[in-house]
Structure formats: C-alpha cells, structure tokens
C-alpha cells in the first residue's frame, strides 16, 4: 500500500502553506515528465489525498517543485526581485513502490528544509 505525500508548513507566518503551486515530476532518463500540478489547501497538503498511491507507485526518480516565492508574495511579503529562493526543488527516490513516502518542507523566503517524514 504505498503512497507518496508532502505538507508544506510556513515558518514566516507559523502556519500552512494555503495556496502555494506544486509540481510533481518523474525524473527519466528523457528528462522530467510531469504527473501533476496541484494547490495546497488549508492545511498545506493535497486536496486530492496522496499524489501517489499504489496503483500509481513505481520505484524512479521523482522532483517536487514548490513555488515559494509566488506564495509570499500572495501573502504580502515584498521580496527581493530576484528573490533569494523562488522555487524549491526536491530530488528524491522512490526504492520501494510498496513504501510510504512523506516529502515536508518547512519554508520561509530565506530558508527551507526537508526530511522523509512518515
């Protein structure tokens, strides 16, 4: 039963990332093919539930794209043009298409982290 999610928690505010665009892409050896594009809702996660689940699981090479300056700049915050971080990539690998995957980010406009969570 494995399934792949992310929540995005803003760290400037102390809140979810309502609003902020995600791309997800599978990374081959043709390139990125993008699964899906998708707005966190209130809590900072996907609407639709995971953005894989096991029918859609395959061990590969996978990119999470968080548009994170387009965010605060929704929010209000005036940013630098161009802004320290714009758009955050995470590269990660899918083992185990049986596995659990959990991509958070912690953002704020000068500074992210990730971690597999749970």
Not at 48 to 66: E, K
Not at 69 to 91: C, M, N, Q, S, W
Request: aromatic share 10%; hydrophobic share 40%.
């Amino acid at each position: 039963m494995g399934h792949l999610s992310t929540h995005v928690l803003d760290t400037m505010h102390g809140c979810p990332a309502a609003g902020m665009k995600v791309t997800l892409q599978r990374i081959t050896d043709r390139g990125a093919q993008t699964l899906k594009t998708f707005t966190l809702n209130h809590d900072g996660r996907n609407d639709g539930g995971p953005l894989l689940d096991a029918a859609t699981m395959a061990v590969g090479r996978y990119r999470l794209s968080f548009e994170v300056a387009d965010y605060f700049r929704a929010k209000g915050v005036t940013l630098p043009e161009p802004a320290f971080i714009d758009v955050v990539p995470i590269d990660f690998g899918i083992a185990d298409a049986a596995g659990r995957y959990h991509v958070p980010l912690l953002v704020s406009p000068w500074s992210y982290g990730t971690y597999r969570g749970s």
